[in-house]
C-alpha cells in the first residue's frame, strides 16, 4: 500500500529528502504554485515507510491506515500526479 502525506503537512522536506525514489514532491527545488504541502506518488511508492518515520508532524500514513477524516487526501495525492 502507498503512503499518502495529509493537511498535517508543514513542508520541512524531511520525508522529500529520505525517499529513495525521489518520489516525494514538489521538492526543494521545484515550483510551489502555492500548494500547502507535499504528495506522494501512488504508482512509484515502495511503501518503506521511510518518510512516514522521519514526519514529525504526523502528516503521513499508509493508505489502509488513514484515519476517517483524511481518507480524501488519498485521491488528493494521486491528482497531483495527473497534471
Known sequence: ???VITDLCVMDYKCADVCQRKNI???KNE???????????????LDCG????????GAIFAVDELPDDKAQFAEINAAYYRK
Do not use: W, Y
Request: net charge positive.
Open 1 to 3: 500500500m502507498p503512503h
Open 25 to 27: 514532491h514538489p521538492r
Open 31 to 45: 515550483t510551489l504554485d502555492g500548494l500547502k504541502q507535499l504528495f506522494i506518488n501512488p504508482k512509484r511508492c
Open 50 to 57: 521511510t518518510c512516514a518515520s522521519v514526519c514529525e508532524h
